[in-house]
Structures are given as structure tokens and as C-alpha cells.
């Protein structure tokens, strides 16, 4: 078997991302170090010829777990993983997918250490907010295991890239949406979730653009939920009773057709007539068919498809042609669905 390319890594000093710059001959590498590695290269007879490769990986057997909560996101991020699965079935690549409760750090955390003690070839993952979780995706990443993680994304050195929707912008798209709705002024309240760095993101940033650029809006209430239906009706019940004057709801995380159902609930309840706009995330078809009733004015889809076909074949052509990512980080654009084209 020839030298691979985290051999020539190591005689070198260096990463194996450092190495495929020289490879593909691409900048960021010193010329020093460059003449360096080329020369490792030459003496070694380093076969990067990705055929090649791959041929020489069809008889290894590899093991890649996927670990997502049990969220509505993941569903679609599977449904793009095993797009890609079809696309390697000729190589021995054998995948598991592990679901933990959308709160569950510790068993996520369980589930991670797990994998480092089997030693698997590499793993993706939508991590749930906890510094255990954290540290369990280290102890993968200190055993040398490709980690490639999707849709929230914390600070971990050392991960082979994150792959996900561009939350920065999300947040300050929602609330340009929200101000083409409303008429220079809002009443907010906010749905939010402490489960994922994801939903702290969007909030962040919509409420730092609703404070710099529209002053006409004031946000009223925040409610962290579960991300459970039944905890999801109780928090927007709640929101609304302690505070009727809300004409506007911005939700950053799942269980929106429970949010809006409470939304309703309360209108028939009170016989308030204000009915709220509403600005939340994805494109599920109970979110479509929400967008066409109305009880959702608009929605930013992340493209969730796309986050796990994205992650998934990254990881494969790292282990099969040790094809290392361009970029630590892969953001995807958000796509603005309203009623008429949904």
C-alpha cells in the first residue's frame, strides 16, 4: 500500500490541508515549506491520482456514524445524506445514524465518546448546545477522526468543516422581512431555543438589526422552549396573554405549526383581532401550507437538503481520495419563500 497523504503530512511537519495545497498547488504555503513537501512527494512516490485512490478503498471497510437530534431539521438533512450514500455504494462504507432527544446533550455526548472509543472513520454531526457535547467532539477529534459538523455550528478546532446556513445573515433577513410587512412600527415577540447555537445566532442578529436600523420596532417578550409541541403552545400562550399588544412573531426554531396553532388559540379565545405576523425558518410542507393560509407571512429556508448532501460527501472524499475541504466553513444562502411562491 503507498504512502498516504497524512504520512507525508507528518514527515513534513505540517497538515494534511497544507499538503493538498501543494498538491493541487493552490496558495497559503510558504515556499520554503512547499519545496519541502514536493520534495516528500517525489521520494515517496505519493499517488494522488483520485481513481486511484479510490480503487485502493473499495476493500476497506469504513464506518461513519451521523448523530442528530431528534429535531424537524434532521429530517431533511438525512433525506440529503442518503443521496449521497447512494452515490458511494460501491465502496465499503458502512453508515448508522444515532437520534437523541432535541435536548438530550448527555446522551449526545454519550453517543460521541462512544464512537471515539470504536475508533470510527469519521462522523457527522448537528451538535446540541452543551460544553460536554463539545468536549466528546474533541476527544473524536484528538483521535485523528474527521468530524464534519451541519446546521449549528460552536467553536471546535480541529473539525473538518462546518457546513450550514448563514445565520449571521438569516437574522438580519428576517427582520428586513418583518419591516416590509409591518408599517414602521411592531410589537415583537420572539420564540427562540437554547438547545442550538444555530437558533441563539438568528436572534442575535434580528434583534441587533430591529435596534440599529428600524426604530419604530420594540421587542416585548422573548420565550425559550423546549422544542417540544406541547411546551411550544404553552410558551406562545403565555407570551401572548402577558403581552396582547404583540403584532409580530419571530421564531427562530421548530415546532412552528404548534406556535401557530396557539397563535390562533388565542385569538378564539380572546377575540383579539390582532393577528400577527409571522416570520420563522425552513420550508417544510406544514410550513408551506402555512405560508398558503396565511398564518405565516414569510419563511428563510436554510436549505437543510443541501446542508446534509454538502456534509456528507465532504467526509467521503476526504476518506476515499483524501480530498481535504477548501474551506473550514461551507454557509449556505437563505432563500426568502412568501405565499407566492411557495
Known amino acids: 500500500m503507498g504512502i498516504t497523504l497524512k504520512q507525508i503530512a507528518e514527515m513534513a511537519g505540517t497538515t494534511k490541508s497544507t499538503v493538498d495545497k501543494v498538491i493541487h498547488d493552490r496558495p497559503g504555503v510558504s515556499e520554503k515549506k512547499r519545496k519541502e513537501i514536493k520534495k516528500l512527494l517525489k521520494e515517496y512516490g505519493y499517488e494522488a491520482n483520485p481513481l486511484a485512490k479510490a480503487l485502493n478503498y473499495q476493500n476497506r471497510k469504513m464506518k ?103 445565520t449571521v445573515q438569516s437574522g438580519s433577513v428576517a427582520a428586513r422581512m418583518l419591516s416590509l410587512f409591518m408599517n414602521g412600527s411592531s410589537r415583537i415577540g420572539i420564540i427562540s431555543c437554547h438547545n442550538m447555537i444555530t437558533h441563539e445566532q438568528r436572534e442575535q442578529s434580528f434583534i441587533s438589526n430591529v435596534n440599529d436600523f428600524f ?35 419571530f421564531i427562530t426554531c421548530g415546532c412552528v405549526p404548534e406556535i401557530c396553532a396557539a397563535l390562533r388559540e388565542y385569538r378564539e379565545e380572546t377575540g383579539s383581532e390582532i393577528r400577527p405576523v409571522v416570520i420563522c425558518y425552513e420550508k417544510y410542507e406544514e410550513i408551506r401550507a402555512l405560508l398558503k393560509t396565511g398564518d405565516i407571512s414569510c419563511t428563510l429556508s436554510g436549505g437543510l437538503f443541501m446542508q446534509g448532501r454538502l456534509s456528507m460527501r465532504i467526509l467521503f472524499e476526504y476518506l476515499v481520495y483524501e480530498k481535504v475541504p477548501e474551506h473550514k466553513a461551507y454557509y449556505l444562502n437563505n432563500k426568502i419563500m412568501i405565499r407566492e411562491n411557495s
Request: charged share 25%.
Open 64 to 166: 461513519v456514524e451521523v448523530v442528530l437530534p431528534q429535531v424537524q431539521a434532521a429530517i431533511r438533512i438525512r433525506q440529503g445524506i442518503n443521496i449521497v450514500i447512494q452515490d458511494f455504494q460501491s465502496f465499503n462504507i458502512q453508515v448508522e445514524y444515532h437520534e437523541v432527544g432535541s435536548s438530550d446533550a448527555e446522551a449526545q455526548a454519550a453517543c460521541i465518546r462512544r464512537m471515539a472509543e470504536e475508533r470510527v472513520s469519521g462522523a457527522v454531526i448537528l451538535p446540541i448546545r452543551s460544553q460536554e457535547v463539545t468536549d466528546a467532539i474533541r476527544s473524536l477529534i484528538d483521535l485523528d477522526i474527521p468530524v464534519v459538523l451541519v446546521n449549528s455550528e460552536p467553536s471546535v478546532e480541529g473539525i473538518l468543516c462546518y457546513v450550514g446556513q448563514n
Open 215 to 249: 426604530p419604530g420596532f420594540s421587542i416585548r417578550d422573548i420565550r425559550y422552549i423546549l422544542e417540544t409541541p406541547e411546551n411550544a403552545r404553552e410558551q406562545t400562550l403565555e407570551m401572548l396573554r402577558s403581552h396582547p399588544e404583540i403584532d409580530s412573531v
